[in-house]
């Protein structure tokens, strides 16, 4: 910081000294004394500018030219003040953390897992690709395209009605979830608790990997026809389960969605529906928790 000190003189920055006035011989200062005063009054002023600049320099703050040390190690902080730090942190760290931080997903894009507690991996890669109108993870194309054609070589009436969604494209869906809620009297905050009954937050949701589906009208009466029937006996056999199933909720975290399919692959598929896990429940048995 560049400190500047501005000392303002008399007129042109000089002493001026008055003419003594013409006075009678027996009052007048010899010129030997007049010298002598004007030598101290510059003597004098010039001291006090010597004051004055000093003062400034020491009011200035201390620069070294020397890299500035690194503060005192921790051990050297005595022990209260560090339990005190450490206590602090520890507030800080549990207010801000959350449990998805320590969630460690297996590593095989299949079984990748989001839920309301464990948001979609930074990391995972989706390379996105049109089923019919509707975008979907290109890895699962093979399975959806197989489970369609074989659902109609049976005469059952099954389509897809949704697939991928993006963060903004799922945040307008609980919006909207949200605002026909208040236009039934909800307040905003009730609205939007029912509303996260069966739509996951942005981010969180399973929609985002592209690996998952929803049948037909997206009704609760999906249940009653013939197309979820079918489904329950055949989806396993191209890779796909009831995501979130009737009697899960407490773990899934959603309500019950008879419409929902994911596609795990065949044998993990087969595998979810012999042990009657959902995700939830089958990634933490592989892991072995």
């Known amino acids: 910081m560049n400190v500047a000190k501005h000392m303002a003189g008399p007129q042109g920055g000089h002493y001026r000294l008055k003419q003594p006035q013409k006075r009678e011989k027996h009052n007048r200062i010899p010129a030997r004394v007049l010298?002598?005063?004007a030598r101290l009054l510059l003597s004098g002023a010039g001291c006090i500018a010597a004051v004055l600049i000093i003062t400034a320099l020491l009011a200035m703050p201390h620069q070294n030219a020397e890299p500035i040390e690194a503060a005192a190690s921790p051990e050297a902080v005595p022990s209260t003040a560090a339990e005190s730090i450490s206590a602090k942190a520890s507030v800080l760290s549990k207010t801000t953390s959350t449990p998805e931080s320590a969630f460690q997903q297996l590593g095989d894009w299949r079984l990748v897992l989001v839920n309301s507690e464990v948001p979609l991996p930074d990391d995972f890669q989706m390379t996105p690709t049109l089923f019919d109108t509707i975008t979907v993870n290109s890895k699962m194309y093979p399975g959806l395209t197989a489970l369609i054609n074989a659902a109609y070589n049976d005469e059952i009436n099954l389509w897809v009605?949704?697939?991928?969604?993006?963060?903004?494209?799922?945040?307008?869906?609980?919006?909207?979830?949200?605002?026909?809620?208040?236009?039934?009297?909800?307040?905003?905050?009730n609205a939007y608790e029912d509303a996260r009954i069966t739509i996951q937050a942005p981010g969180y949701s399973e929609h985002h990997t592209g690996l998952a589906v929803d049948f037909n009208d997206v009704e609760d009466d999906f249940r009653e026809t013939k197309a979820y029937t079918w489904l329950q006996e055949h989806a396993a056999e191209y890779g796909f389960v009831e995501r979130y199933p009737k009697g899960k909720e407490s773990i899934t975290g959603i309500d019950y969605e008879p419409w929902h399919y994911r596609y795990v692959g065949k044998e993990h598929a087969q595998r979810m529906n012999e042990l009657n896990m959902c995700l939830e429940e089958y990634v933490a048995f592989l892991k072995g928790d």
């Open 161 to 189: 009605a949704s697939g991928y969604r993006s963060v903004e494209e799922q945040e307008s869906v609980l919006d909207r979830a949200v605002q026909r809620r208040m236009a039934d009297g909800m307040t905003y905050e």
């Open 35 to 37: 010298k002598s005063r």
